[in-house]
């Protein structure tokens, strides 16, 4: 594993966060350093998958980065006609995600795809996946996305969101931003790092409060939308169709 040190120095002008080949190179180092209990979520992704998943159906991982969550599901999941769909829109994420989905040898179950998600047919569907995803998508895209994938999704199957979200009030805020900020400093990132990665950050991950998200999830349809992983100022919902 790559460490991440791409703001290590101090930067003269920095730009916003993008998926690129820079970032595809540390994701791994950088998402365990930055992202309170990922593993844990991921590792869990599989099961919940085993409970939801259907003989003969689909699961898509959108936004798929290396593809972590649809490695997941694979290992969990011995079903006959099981077809797994990997998408992402950052050619250098998806490219490191069909090497993994190889080394697993998945391939003939994990299909990769280099595209944005709004193209994506959604299709004979028990579960699909956003595991921080939607952060990185304008909040006035995020109805039509959700409603399309609902559409897709199957009698009883679910879509499983995880986001970074604001906090009802400053209090909860300052204190979540707080800890995260230490969670970082005690996985050796420095003070300088947080901040330049907080500045590259600020105008492309759009947080939403969890009531927010369920508003929404609620007005789609779906019956049942339940937080069921929470790390600090970050959450994972099921919501089943």
């Not at 290992?75 to 050619?91: F, K, M, T, W």
């Not at 199957?157 to 400093?185: N, R, W, Y």
């Amino acid at each position: 594993m790559t460490e991440d040190t791409l703001y290590k120095k101090p930067l003269h002008n920095i730009e916003d966060f993008q998926f690129d080949a820079s970032v595809s190179a540390v994701f791994d180092d950088m998402v365990d350093r930055s992202v309170p209990g990922y593993r844990t979520l991921i590792a869990n992704i599989g099961p919940l998958a085993k409970h939801y998943m259907r003989a003969h159906t689909r699961c898509y991982d959108l936004g798929c980065s290396h593809g972590a969550a649809a490695l997941s599901v694979f290992q969990h999941c011995q079903l006959e006609g099981l077809e797994i769909i990997a998408v992402d829109n950052a050619s250098a994420m998806i490219e490191h995600c069909a090497e993994l989905v190889s080394q697993h040898h998945a391939q003939d179950i994990i299909r990769t795809q280099c595209d944005d998600i709004q193209n994506i047919t959604i299709s004979n569907a028990s579960m699909v996946i956003l595991n921080l995803t939607l952060q990185f998508i304008a909040i006035e895209q995020r109805q039509a996305i959700l409603q399309h994938i609902y559409t897709g999704l199957n009698h009883a199957g679910v879509c499983l969101i995880t986001e970074k979200i604001v906090m009802p009030d400053q209090a909860q805020e300052d204190l979540l931003q707080t800890l995260h900020t230490g969670f970082k400093s005690a996985n050796n990132y420095s003070a300088l790092e947080i901040s330049q990665k907080r500045k590259s950050l600020e105008n492309v991950l759009l947080r939403e409060s969890l009531a927010s998200h369920v508003e929404r999830l609620t007005a789609i349809g779906f019956s049942q939308v339940v937080p069921w992983f929470q790390c600090f100022n970050f959450v994972s919902l099921l919501a089943i169709k």
